[in-house]
Structures are given as C-alpha cells and as structure tokens.
C-alpha cells in the first residue's frame, strides 16, 4: 500500500501519551462510559464504575450522528461539561466523538482524546481538520470500510500534521442479522501488519448486544488489540441511546477483573482497579457483619440441641448448676487462649444458660400439660 507514507509499518510501532497514559504500550487501555451523555449523575456514576474497573479514560457522545434525525442529537455544550467534570472527579481522561467543524472547535481544549465516528470515516475535511489540532484522534473503522480505507483515512490524519492517531474496530457491516455488525478480530492483526499505529477494539458497536461484551472483549485482547472502547450505563434500561449493548455497571467491573489474565496470556498487562482493601472501614464492617451472622446461626443451631436435650430431662433436673459451671469455667479457659475478655464470656453464658433452661421447662410444662389433657380425654371416652 504506496500511499500509507505515514500511517505503514515503521521499525518501531507508535504509542501515544496522553497526560501519563500510554496507548499501544504493554498495558491494555480501557475506554468506558455511555453511548451518550445524558445527566451530570449518569456521568458521575459512569466516572465511579470506570475508575472501580481499572479504566483510564471515560467516553461519552455529546455529538450523536444518528441514523434517524428523529433520535437523539446529544446535548452538545452541556454534555461536554458533564463529561469533563464526571473524568475530573475520578482522574480519568475523557474522550468524545465530533461530526464538524463546530463540534471540533468546541471540545477541542477540553477534552484529552478526539474520536471520529464510523459515519465519518471518510469525511475527508473532518479528518484534515483534526490533522491540525494536537490532540489524539480515535478513528473508527467506517461501517463498510476496507483495512485500506480505514488506513488511509488515517493517513489523511497523519498527512495534515497529526500524528497521533489510534485506530478503532468496531464491527463491520455484514449479512449477518443476529449482531448489529460483525466485529473483524482479524482486522486487529491486519492494521497491525500493515500500520505502526495502535488499534483498539469497540466489542459494543460491533455486537449490538451486552451478552457478547465480556467474550469479545477478551478476544480482542487475545488478537492483539492495544485497548478496549465499551459501552457502559448505570441504567442501560433507561439509556436514550445504545441500551441494549450497554453493561450493567457491575458487568463492566467484573469483565475488567477478568482481562487481566487473558492480557498476560499475551504478555501484556491490565490491572483491575478494584483492589479489595480488606483494612477498609467498609470491608471491616463487612467482616463483622460476617461474624455476627455466624454467631446467630451457631446459637440457633445451639438451641436445637437445647430442645432435644429437654426430652431427655426429667422437669425437675433440668437446670444442672454443677454442668453450667463447669462449662462456664472451660469456656472462660479458652477465651482466655483466644485473648477474649472473660467478662464477656461470664456475661454471655449464664444468658445463654437461662435462656435454654426456660425454653426446657416451658417446652415440659406444655408436653405434660398436653399429656394430661389426652388422659383425661381417653378416660373421659372410657
Ligand atoms: C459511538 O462510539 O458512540 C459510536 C457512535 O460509534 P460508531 O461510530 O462506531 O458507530
Ligand atoms: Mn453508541
């Protein structure tokens, strides 16, 4: 391919930095957040989820090339606000799609990373204007674009001044109806063969469906992909756009915490940011929460014992004072072992032991009583 002057394979690939994250370096990337902004709290969370799941950048169209021009059009200028502010909060970068020149003016200083949809792959003056701006562009491979074209959009990037340029697969059109596109892996090793360029993978627009996320994902990472772009709302049932392929926040942490295996398997790596600190006041909590569960259950299942034990018993030798004492005294001993207070184990145990001497007597008092009541109804038929 003679016209990939810029974008063809050079001895060395290219990564891109970007205020200390590295895009096509040994460490996997990973880009999430809605298809669309929609409210500063939708944001948040999404910055939260993104954060929790070890990604660096958060994503979210403002600018919505939609296929109807009925659908939702992006809040524009007010998305962006939401956006920034939302990646500010977690210290994440934050990434956005624009369709004009407008729409590039406006988020050119605001925003970390530039992406140019699929539908505008082949906007030529588009990707001349974001050749003269010094920010990285995601591209998006076009809906029906070849490798070549998709390259050679690129080049278009290159060739106006910017070099900073990832590329993104995203599914392509087939004739396959059971997923929204059809997601080209080869594509990955392709791009890679021909361009020095990174090349990440967005599983979502590609299967139009969340239940494909975490294997396509994972795949990617397997054929080589730099970084993955995937959808993710903190309510996809009420996403105005792109619901169905959207993770579940909790989906969204728990792929992130099982790629970083699959990234190792290829030598390359990815941390999942949720890092369970088991020092932290919640996780103490939890623990004793925990705890306090077992200590119920072990006493309920005491008292199940306590009733058989009541059957065995003649009413008058229910309460044992020489056994309580005994059993007090050996437990005091091992709390002792254990370095628990023996005011608490004196305090607990005598409750305990009345509690189950009552329960004994009272669960005699009615076997009797519904003794004599039988007798005195056999006699009485007599
Ligand atoms: C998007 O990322 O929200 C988007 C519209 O993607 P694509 O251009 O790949 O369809
Ligand atoms: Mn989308």
Redesign the pocket.
Known sequence: MKDLKLAGLKAERSSIEVKGVTIGGKEIILIGGP?AVESSIQMSQSAETVKKAGGKIL?G?VF??RTSPYSFQGLGREGLNYLVQAAKEQDLLCVT?VIDAPSLELVVDEIDII?I???NMQNFELLKMAGKINKPIIL?RGLSATIEEWLLAAEYILSAGNPQVILCE?GIRTYEPSTRNTLDLSAVGVAKELSHLPVIV?PS?AAGRRDLIASLSKAAIACGADGL?IEMHPNPAEAVS?GAQSLHPEQFIQLAGELGVVAESVKRIFACGETKDEESLESLRNQIDDIDQTIIECLAARMQIVKKVADQKRLDRVKDTAREREVLQRLINLGNELELPSELVKKIYPVIFEVAVQFQIKRKLVKEKDLDLSLISHLGSK
């Open positions: 298809c994503r169209g919505k090339p799609e992406q949809g699929a539908r998006k995203r967005d627009h772009l792109d």
